[in-house]
């Protein structure tokens, strides 16, 4: 055991972390007989109702290292890391509700690739598929490597122990109930990760004597800058970030998290798994209106570091010294701030939810569109349903010894890290457009959609490598001098949509376009959409996309 | 989310906040009688207490809600 460590965990922490573990793996065994088909283990059965579904999309993606990162974003940046929670965020969700989800929905896929398939062909489902599996289980294994960081430096547990534990758990429950026990699995970890870390922002506010004086506090040791959301967004220089309002709101809002919202199987898939139509359309909406409330949990913890902490928090490089310790850590010291006995154990056990809930969505999605994208399209067409099944388990276990595996391989070279990290980032921006014209758009042709994605997936690739080689080139991708790192994400996604969708559009002109009939069920105006029948107001998914617009607005308009 | 005979997931959300309550709750309550040399920021507040005893009732409800002899019984 290493010797430093951020916190000491009493008898009664160690209780409250091995129940935890103790009852995901009883819900895995639990929900073993009632996965043996291939709609069972894939598709949960496609039952869950609207709470489920939502609770779940919103758990699988918030991971430990999405809770850790943005509250040291918040530190960092102060209250603008709280865009890629509301603008980067509920638009893409309601928007999934109540644009997309109808044709996700009524083609019956069972995956993204597979709608791809349905819509434009097998070349645009093989790279889709390919890529979106290669990808989600390196990415599985980075974050592995980094929560087992987390532990080592929080708790002074050693790498292979926090990496073992954690993904044989997941292995064991998912590969025992498939889809169905990474989703229940998932809702309990939501309500945990609520439970552990809301403690922080109550203790923190009280502390401090309320908002207005932790704005205070926040001005007199950083800047009045940390505390607005859209007031310093007029320029690049303006804001900590530097970055701007386009970059903002239509390469965040617009581009990156539509692509990830609406088009990422780790999340799409729990809304698949919707009993009916209607909560298939409510469960985002539900899930977007959690997420406004996440920065209470995320972003909140930041700045009340900012403003409480005695100590002055520093870049991971630069945090080498002991004593020392960087932004990212700003959540866990603020837990060991306030959290005692029990408590303590619980705040962990949120973290290890957290990522557990993450690493379950990855190897989930990875076997179903390994299975049925990638075994059975290209390899072994004509098996039975118990085959895909047996083949779904082992690649439950297969995925996660690959992620233990990448995890080892970033312990021996961390840059390793980076490029995964930004390969991932290469695929959402063209994906969205390709998905998104397919859906609404009945001229786009299959030639269209499979070199619109392949050239935009190119283009974002070619950009990263040019700001990688000579970093001054962020001015141009960036549109301005002045634009710093952070940019570079919302711009390259923005470019490689604009050159997806205008390759999409041009190629689709000049081939051949596929019949009405060949495309009823995936394109607007050529889909009926299912009566929603004699329901309330209350129950139309409409309406709660409304409320939840409005209280958008008026928390953006709060905190402007 | 449970059929009949069948445990509900709301049930094994109430068993998690009940016996994590009861255990925080209890930690509290320790502390308060004995309390440590090092204290936490804002220990006069006793928020296990009450967070325990929030979480404990939380998941009370949810355990006779969504009890398996309830949802058997559907």
């Known amino acids: 055991m290493e010797t430093s460590r951020l916190v000491r965990l009493s008898a009664v922490d160690i209780v409250i972390i091995a129940f935890y573990f103790a009852l995901v793996l009883a819900i895995g065994f639990y929900l073993r007989g009632r996965a043996n088909t291939g709609e069972d283990f894939f598709m949960a059965g496609r039952e869950m109702t609207a709470w489920v579904a939502g609770l779940s999309f919103l758990s699988a993606n918030l991971g430990a290292l999405e809770l850790m990162g943005w509250a ?55 790279l889709s598929a390919v890529s979106f599996a290669f990808m989600t289980v390196l990415m599985s294994g980075v974050n592995m490597f980094a929560m087992a960081k987390v532990m080592q430096i929080v708790l002074g547990w050693p790498l292979s122990f926090s990496i073992w534990i954690s993904s044989l758990t997941v292995a064991v429950y998912v590969a025992l109930g498939g889809l169905r026990s990474a989703i229940f699995n998932e809702v309990l970890q939501f309500f945990l990760i609520w439970a552990g870390a809301l403690l922080i922002p109550i203790l923190g506010l009280y502390e401090a004597g309320g908002w207005s ?60 798994a919707a009993k009916d139509m209607r909560s298939a359309q409510l469960a985002p909406i539900i899930g977007a209106g959690f997420k406004m409330f996440v920065p209470i949990i995320v972003i909140l913890p930041g700045l009340l570091g900012l403003g409480l902490l005695d100590m002055k928090l520093v870049p991971e490089s630069m945090a080498t010294q002991p004593g020392m310790h960087s932004y990212n850590d700003v959540l866990p010291l603020m837990l060991a701030r306030y959290c005692g006995p029990g408590l303590l154990g619980l705040g962990i056990t949120a973290l290890i ?8 969505g990855n190897v989930s999605a990875f076997t179903t569109v390994w299975t049925y994208d990638i075994y059975r399209a290209l390899f072994n067409k004509k098996a039975s349903d118990a085959h895909y099944v047996s083949m779904g388990r082992w690649t439950t276990v297969i995925g996660v010894l690959i992620s233990v595996g990448t995890a080892y391989l970033v312990m021996r070279s961390a840059s390793i890290m980076d490029y995964v990290q930004a390969l991932f980032s290469f695929f959402i921006a063209p ?30 690739i070619s950009m990263w490598a040019w700001v990688h080689a ?6 141009y991708v960036a549109l301005s001098p002045e634009a710093k790192p952070m940019a570079q994400d919302m711009f390259q996604a923005l470019w490689s949509f604009v050159i997806c969708v205008t390759v999409t559009v041009v190629v689709s002109l000049v081939t051949k376009p596929k019949t009405d009939a060949e495309l009823t069920g995936l394109v607007y105006g050529l889909t009926p959409i299912p009566s929603e ?8 998914p409409i309406f709660w996309a409304g409320v939840v617009t409005v209280v958008f607005v008026i928390l953006n308009l709060i905190f402007w | 989310m449970a059929g009949k005979g069948e445990i509900s997931i709301w049930f094994f959300i ?16 320790y502390e308060y009688i004995d309390p440590p040399l090092e ?26 809600k969504f009890s398996p002899r309830r949802t058997a019984s559907k």
């Not at chain 1, 029948?533 to 139309?540: A, D, I, N, R, T």
């Open chain 2, 14 to 29: 109430g068993m998690s906040l009940l016996v994590n309550g009861a255990l925080i709750c209890g930690a509290g309550v």
């Open chain 1, 72 to 126: 040291g974003s918040a530190y960092q940046y102060g209250i603008l890391a709280t865009h890629w929670y509301w603008i980067g965020a509920i638009p893409a969700m309601l928007f999934l509700a109540l644009v997309m989800m109808p044709f996700y929905y009524i083609s019956k896929t069972h995956s993204v690739p597979g709608y791809l398939k349905l819509r434009f062909g097998e070349s645009s489902r093989a």
């Open chain 2, 39 to 64: 204290k936490v920021v804002l220990f006069e507040v006793h928020a296990a207490i009450w967070w325990g005893a929030l979480l404990f009732a939380s998941g009370l409800l949810y355990c006779l």
């Open chain 1, 533 to 540: 029948g004699e329901v309330s107001l209350y129950q139309k």
């Open chain 1, 470 to 475: 000579d970093p001054t080139a962020l001015r």
């Open chain 1, 213 to 272: 004086n932790l704005k205070l506090l926040i001005a007199q040791r950083a800047s009045a800058e940390y505390v607005h959301l859209w007031s310093g967004l007029g320029s690049f220089t303006t804001n900590p970030m530097g970055i701007n309002w386009v970059g903002i709101v239509f390469g965040l809002g617009a581009i990156i998290s539509m692509g990830y919202w609406t088009t990422d199987f780790l999340v799409v898939q729990r809304i698949l």
């Open chain 1, 431 to 460: 994906l969205f457009g390709t998905v998104v014209l397919g859906m609404l758009w009945k001229r786009a042709t299959g030639p269209g959609g499979f070199w619109g994605l392949f050239l935009g997936t190119l283009s974002s």
């Open chain 1, 353 to 360: 939810a957290g990522f557990m809930s993450g690493m379950a």
